[in-house]
């Protein structure tokens, strides 16, 4: 018997049936409804210019910039091009005539000093250590705000000449610096005036060793001295500090029995590109620079020496870091577009590691990263990276710079010098 329905039954179906068509209808698009409601909201986003300062070319950073436009077709991003040596200055003139960029790069040792133009983002210390290495937070994550995020992190490591340790029978690159030393000497050579032809390390001297503050104050770091207090005073004029400084010393003191590089032989950089030097300690960005001096240069890097019998390794960072300026219009869409760049689950990131020749400062990416013949061992010293509280991290390297002359000139005993540096530093 055919089932009927009551009158009342008769309209519910009725109703609903018009509810199910109209419905179809916003759908097509054909009657107002979801479809054109959000062509209307996405044509109704203001639209937004970002302008962002960095130091690589304009290709590092286009993949990004062209994902997140596609992503966000309301923001435009204007990418400009610094020179770095003047970066700072131009940066600080800028922001004052309140001209200055969005997104902007700081040194990972700027926040005291500039923390003023800058806008942070919230996110928890936990978070933020599990996606990035410890060094990350250590610097940039101040007062509970994080003021920057860095695309990498680089470090100082060991580069070698590989046809000299063959030719002296040295199997391993050293470990320790007991054995560095030990290699040194046997590596280096002198003609019968006593005059240096080949260095075994570029060690020892400021003017023709670029990167001769860090590697002090690296060692002063793994013979466990600090570098300055919790307040950012001086703390290194101490026996430990004089024991790191004397032994780099050392390597340039031709009274020494370690001497092996001169204070007026050519920049250690080239020379090791010549082949004439057959280790010295540098950051990734040496890479290029030797390969350009010399493509058929054969070397390699490894990981910096430690302090025998040491636990915990030490190594010392060198770092920029994204960040966005106080005077921006629209800081949380240019903290946005950070958090896109350094994002590990798109191509963004890969993408500008890949085209820069960088050591990653994302944890997810070290693993791979560890395989890499040249940049492995960047990538994994990163996790061990340290550096130290700076107030003034420009007059600083200037003080601990020329403290080191002064000693090399014989104008200052070694303790004389830590103390007055110490004393300038606390000033």
């Given at each position: 018997m055919p089932q009927t329905f009551t009158k009342s039954q008769k309209i519910i179906f009725l109703v609903i049936g018009i509810i199910v068509f109209l419905f179809i209808l916003m759908i097509l698009g054909i009657l107002p409804g979801l479809k054109s409601t959000s062509k209307k909201s996405a044509s109704q986003l203001p639209k937004i210019t970002l302008e962002f300062w960095g130091f690589d070319d304009e290709e590092a950073f286009k993949s990004a910039i062209d994902s997140y436009t596609a992503s966000y077709p309301n923001v435009s991003i204007n990418y400009h091009q610094i020179n770095q040596d003047n970066y700072e200055n131009q940066l600080i003139d800028s922001l004052a005539s309140q001209k200055g960029p969005d997104i902007l790069m700081i040194k990972h040792n700027w926040v005291y000093k500039h923390g003023n133009k800058l806008y942070p983002t919230d996110i928890s210390?936990?978070?933020?250590?599990?996606?990035?290495?410890?060094?990350?937070?250590?610097?940039?994550?101040?007062?509970?705000?994080?003021?920057?995020?860095?695309?990498?992190?680089?470090?100082?490591?060991?580069?070698?000449?590989?046809?000299?340790?063959?030719?002296?029978?040295?199997?391993?690159?050293?470990?320790?610096?007991?054995?560095?030393?030990?290699?040194?000497?046997?590596?280096?050579?002198?003609?019968?005036?006593?005059?240096?032809?080949?260095?075994?390390?570029?060690?020892?001297?400021?003017?023709?060793?670029?990167?001769?503050?860090?590697?002090?104050?690296?060692?002063?770091?793994?013979?466990?001295?600090?570098?300055?207090?919790?307040?950012?005073?001086?703390?290194?004029?101490?026996?430990?500090?004089?024991?790191?400084?004397?032994?780099?010393?050392?390597?340039?003191?031709?009274?020494?029995?370690?001497?092996?590089?001169?204070?007026?032989?050519?920049?250690?950089?080239?020379?090791?590109?010549q082949g004439k030097v057959a280790m010295m300690i540098d950051y990734s960005s040496a890479i290029k620079k030797i390969e350009q001096l010399n493509p058929y240069l054969n070397y390699a890097i490894a990981f910096l020496p430690q302090v025998k019998d040491s636990t915990i390794k030490k190594n010392y960072a060198d770092y920029w870091a994204l960040a966005v300026s106080a005077i921006s219009k629209h800081p949380k869409d240019a903290w946005n577009f950070i958090h896109f760049l350094v994002d590990n689950q798109n191509n963004s990131l890969i993408n500008y590691l890949n085209y820069t020749s960088r050591p990653t400062a994302n944890r997810v990416f070290i693993q791979t990263c560890k395989t890499d013949e040249k940049l492995g061992v960047f990538c994994e010293q990163a996790l061990t990276a340290k550096t130290w509280l700076q107030l003034n991290p420009e007059k600083n390297y200037q003080i601990l710079k020329n403290m080191l002359e002064s000693i090399i000139s014989g104008q200052s005993s070694v303790s004389t010098a830590l103390n007055q540096a110490a004393q300038l530093i606390n000033q």
């Open positions: 210390l936990r978070d933020l250590k599990l996606s990035f290495v410890d060094v990350v937070a250590d610097d940039l994550y101040v007062n509970n705000k994080l003021w920057g995020l860095p695309l990498w992190v680089d470090t100082l490591a060991l580069y070698y000449n590989k046809d000299l340790f063959n030719s002296a029978g040295i199997v391993q690159p050293p470990q320790t610096w007991d054995e560095f030393l030990k290699d040194a000497q046997l590596l280096t050579k002198k003609n019968q005036s006593g005059e240096i032809i080949q260095s075994g390390a570029a060690f020892g001297a400021v003017k023709n060793i670029t990167n001769a503050v860090d590697i002090i104050l690296l060692l002063m770091m793994q013979n466990n001295q600090e570098i300055v207090d919790k307040n950012g005073r001086g703390a290194f004029d101490t026996d430990k500090g004089s024991d790191a400084l004397n032994f780099y010393l050392s390597f340039s003191n031709p009274a020494s029995p370690n001497y092996c590089w001169g204070n007026s032989l050519a920049d250690a950089l080239e020379l090791f590109g």
